[in-house]
């Protein structure tokens, strides 16, 4: 017999788990299928043996099954009911591999949610990142707080990038339309992750609640993208107390452990001016603002966790050396090294780019904290495949920069995410476009232990992976677009500069210094 990672060429089954043995012949047509239980294997893993006698899956977990269960149906999408002989032992690299959507900016219907829910199990990602609030919207039912929706939910007709007069919006999602998602996901063994932004990212929430700002000015729900000034306010126990009431609320919605409560982009303009956050500053020997967020951050949490559930937050939630090490932190802008991150950094005296994020991963580590890692550059799927490139994807390391020193630092990351912002996706076409197949790509950087699984061969998964979008009705991006030669690649960065608009990327600069 011959050990292998990778199926043979002249085998008709490209499908690639961790490690796979051919045993010759072929089995039965519709061979029966046999689960047998085996403490011995890890969680998510499994263990196939297809022989001429019938179909055994061994497993310790019901997601382990149900993973086999997925690689069997993708092998009879290629054979048939002719199988190969073989034995497969296949278990995931990292526990969390999950995937985002933005249903704010753009609002994504729950016949929609499932379909991509479904279609991202079949990848074998098990996480489910929902973002329902944010500047441009307020996108779940709430008892507690109904003017979250009624206020909250509806924009006017908006100028998302270059686009002017994009559609007005008052669409959230009823707490019974929730529970059907999660029961839904539930079944396919992907757990929902939701995500309050917070402090920043919030006018939303402060159009309905103005009282929760540090001016107390009544605001409009944001019709555009950007990186708003006005935030929750850190000094008032107004605001503690909503959010706490919210969450009371949100935490009896959603039973899964994981609750993540943004903290990215948060300007902290009106926080230096308010005297709320000044008296607040001075009663905790908070030294700056950004210890203030840290704070704030940690209050939201320490509540999350009376409720059982582990915390993630945005990296520049850290930033004050302040964040609580059982936060969990999700690193979307940590990389000092790639020129395609100057957007987002200030320079030094010298002139050199900076970053108060660079290392930011590697710090919470050292203090016993776990990461998520999403650097945009190889995690952001609204950018063009000329940008966020699928090789990229498909190679890039989950270990944060400057974690050279740390011993066993791949225990400290729970694994990644793929995602997506709807600012500029205006149709469910050009969001399956978009994150079909890079989500899939990130699904197998993140399951696959093999060393020997390699772009070039996850490429020739080019038929299987047409015909797994096919069983579930999504429209990917066809190769053309995913891996783009030269002239492909400029049209779509052309495409792309025109819908961000002429003045975003200044705005977005000026307001990342006050961060």
């Known amino acids: 017999m011959k050990r292998m990672s990778v199926i043979p060429e002249p085998q008709s089954v490209t499908y690639q788990p961790g490690c796979l043995t051919l045993t010759g012949d072929t089995a039965v047509k519709k061979a029966s299928v046999k689960k047998v239980s085996d403490s011995g294997i890890a969680q998510e893993g499994y263990r196939m043996k297809i022989s001429e006698d019938g179909i055994v899956i061994e497993a310790s977990d019901e ?14 999408l290629q054979c048939g009911e002719t199988l190969p002989c073989m034995e497969i032992n296949d278990r995931p690299k990292y526990p969390y591999r999950s995937f985002h959507l933005d249903c704010v900016r753009h609002f ?14 079949a990848f074998k990602l098990n996480q489910f990142h929902w973002h329902f609030s944010d500047d441009q919207g307020y996108r779940i039912e709430s008892e507690v707080f109904p003017l979250l929706t009624a206020v909250g939910a509806r924009r006017k007709e908006g100028n998302f990038g270059g686009k002017e007069g994009d559609e007005a919006e008052s669409r959230y999602y ?15 063994f992907v757990e929902i992750v939701p995500e309050i932004d917070m402090p920043g990212h919030v006018t939303a929430i402060l159009a309905a609640y103005p009282q929760l700002s540090c001016r107390g000015e009544k605001l409009e729900v944001a019709a555009k993208e950007g990186i708003f000034s006005d935030i929750l306010c850190a000094g008032k126990e107004e605001t503690y107390a909503f959010m706490e009431k919210l969450l009371e609320e949100l935490t009896g919605l959603f039973p ?21 956050c000044r008296e607040k500053m001075a009663e905790e020997g908070l030294r700056d603002e950004k210890e203030l967020q840290g704070y704030l951050q940690n209050r939201i949490a320490a509540f999350l966790k009376k409720k059982g559930k582990r915390v993630i937050a945005w990296n520049e939630a850290a930033l004050g050396d302040n964040l609580d090490p059982d936060i969990i932190l999700q690193l979307w802008n940590d990389d000092p090294n790639d020129p395609a991150m100057k ?29 998520i890692s999403s650097n945009m550059l190889h995690s952001y799927c609204d950018y063009p495949y000329a940008f966020v490139k699928s090789k990229a994807i498909f190679e890039a ?3 944060p920069q400057k974690c050279g020193d740390i011993p066993d630092v791949g225990e400290s990351v729970l694994g990644g995410e793929a995602l997506c912002w709807t600012e500029h996706i205006r149709s469910m076409e050009r969001l399956e476009y978009q994150i079909w197949p890079r989500y899939g790509i990130k699904a197998d950087n993140l ?59 200044g705005q977005y600069e000026e307001a990342h210094k006050q961060v």
């Open 63 to 76: 997601a382990g099954f149900f993973y086999g269960e997925k690689t069997l149906e993708q092998i009879r």
């Open 343 to 371: 957007a987002f950094k200030m320079k030094d005296e010298n002139g050199r780019f900076t970053s108060p994020n660079q290392g930011i991963g590697a710090k919470h580590i050292r203090k016993g904290g776990k990461v």
């Open 447 to 505: 399951w696959s232990c093999s060393e020997e699984n390699t772009f070039q061969k996850f490429l020739r998964k080019e038929d299987l992976l047409e015909k797994i979008f096919e069983q579930y009705q999504i429209k990917a991006a066809p190769r053309r677009e995913y891996v783009p030669n030269v002239l492909t690649a400029g049209r779509q960065m052309l495409e792309f500069v025109k819908l961000l608009g002429k003045d975003n990327r």
């Open 174 to 188: 009823t707490k019974q339309e929730v529970r059907d998602v999660i029961a839904f996901a539930k079944e396919y």
């Open 108 to 121: 994504i219907p729950v016949e929609e949610l499932k379909k991509n829910i479904a279609c991202a199990a």
């Open 397 to 399: 390391s989950m270990i």
């Open 256 to 276: 899964g452990k994981y609750f993540h409560i943004g903290g990215d982009e948060t300007p902290k303009t009106r926080w230096r001016e308010c005297p709320f």
